[in-house]
């Protein structure tokens, strides 16, 4: 059989944690991932990032997916050419012409995510993106799986799967990829090869809104303000008592499904503090679904960065392994903007997004709208 083709493809990802642009390069078939590229983040300003903030307010008042509410269709401009900009610096610092590259996997911001209305928003021009980098724009990744009733999301897991099959010493093991984004989600890739991916709680998105909220910061660096706090048990526990942790439905999360504590009595710290351990507490009780444990925990996603989540993450996962992604010689922090580039490329081959076992979809299907320059 003749080799496949292989396509050269960029990655932007705009994640929920609504932190900047992260982007990457991959060369891939479609099928195995050849070779993994350059990666940039490119970080949004404050007054963008409130702009987006005030998008997920506007976006309420949507009830069918091409609504553009008051300003929501001139932030999703903005955030359009913020893009654009995004790929000429990306191509530019990496020696790249815009021929060189096959595709963009381009995700947009999803301002609205109500899979049980079916309804998916990711602001995001894949057509003026198209036209102003001169590339293909594959976006608008998540519908086609919801409209085949999948929950629209994880779409990583496809190309958490891709990565695991060539990783040394744990064939034929459990494997389990955790991404600690904004929210936070899961794909565990049995001894057998049976995949199964679902959202698996807050990731960061708490955290950063509570510090941010206490204390003007962005986000805890290195996870050191929770270090210095103590676990309020009985906080904890209310969180854990929505349904998310108890049905036996698996069902995707919107950034606004949970929300961060009411300021008062409880301190920057012990806020903190119960922030994280909840961020590995939601992976552990939604790990309820898995058909069995992970012998191995690869962590990707900003949240690996924060030592008290992962330090209590090994705690509730043991005798799991539980190790960044560094250490298996993945990029924890470009892993979604990869698997966008990803695929885009499987995208352009007609071959399939989502599994049942990921999205719960009712069989597997391809997607995304192609835009041409
Ligand atoms: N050095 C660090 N220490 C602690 N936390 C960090 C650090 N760097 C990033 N983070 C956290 O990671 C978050 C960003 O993570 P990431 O970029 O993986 O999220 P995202 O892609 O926006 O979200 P999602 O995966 O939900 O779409 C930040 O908002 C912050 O909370
Ligand atoms: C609707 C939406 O944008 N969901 C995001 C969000 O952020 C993390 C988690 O929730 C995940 O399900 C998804 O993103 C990743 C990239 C995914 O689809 O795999």
Not at 170 to 180: A, S
Not at 193 to 211: H, K, R
Request: net charge negative.
């Amino acid at each position: 059989m003749a080799a496949r083709q292989l396509k050269t493809a960029i990655g932007l990802m705009s994640g929920t944690s609504m932190d900047g642009i992260d982007l990457a390069l991959v060369k891939t078939d479609g099928v195995a991932v050849v070779e993994r590229g350059p990666a940039l983040e490119i970080a949004y300003d404050p007054a963008f990032r409130r702009q987006l903030i005030e998008a997920l307010e506007l976006a309420k008042r949507i009830e069918s997916r091409d609504q553009r509410p008051e300003n929501l269709g001139e932030i999703e401009r903005e955030l359009t050419l913020r893009h654009a900009a995004a790929v000429e610096m990306f191509l530019k610092r990496f020696n790249l012409d815009a021929k060189d590259v096959d595709f963009i996997g381009f995700h947009g911001q999803t301002v609205l995510h109500r899979p049980r209305q079916a309804l998916t928003v990711q602001i995001g021009d894949g057509p003026l993106l198209a036209r102003r980098t001169g590339i293909r724009v594959i976006y608008d990744m998540r519908a086609n799986d919801m409209r085949h009733g999948g929950q629209g999301a994880p779409l990583v897991p496809a190309y958490h799967a891709a990565l695991a099959a060539g990783l040394a010493g744990y064939q034929g093991r459990n494997v389990m990829l955790v991404n600690i984004g904004g929210i936070s989600n899961l794909t565990f890739i049995g001894a057998d090869g049976e995949i199964v991916a679902f959202d698996s709680g807050p990731g960061n998105t708490l955290i950063d809104q509570w510090v941010e909220a206490e204390a003007g910061i962005p986000f805890d660096q290195g996870g050191a303000i929770a270090s210095e706090g103590v676990v309020q048990a009985e906080l904890l526990a209310r969180y854990l008592d929505q349904r998310f942790f108890t049905a036996d439905e698996r069902i995707s999360l919107d950034r606004n499904d949970f929300l961060p504590p009411k300021p008062g009595d409880l301190g920057l710290h012990d806020g903190a503090r119960t922030l994280a351990r909840l961020t590995a507490e939601a992976i552990r009780l939604s790990m309820r679904h898995l058909p069995a444990k992970p012998d191995l925990v690869i962590v990707c996603g900003g949240g690996r960065l924060n030592r008290t989540i992962m330090a209590d993450l090994s705690d509730v996962l043991a005798p799991a392994r539980v190790e960044p992604a560094e250490q298996f010689g993945f990029n924890g922090g470009s892993m979604e903007a990869e698997a966008w580039a990803y695929l885009a490329v499987r995208a352009s081959l007609g071959l399939p997004l989502t599994f049942p076992g990921t999205t719960g979809v009712l069989a597997p299907v391809s997607g995304g709208v192609l835009a041409l320059p």
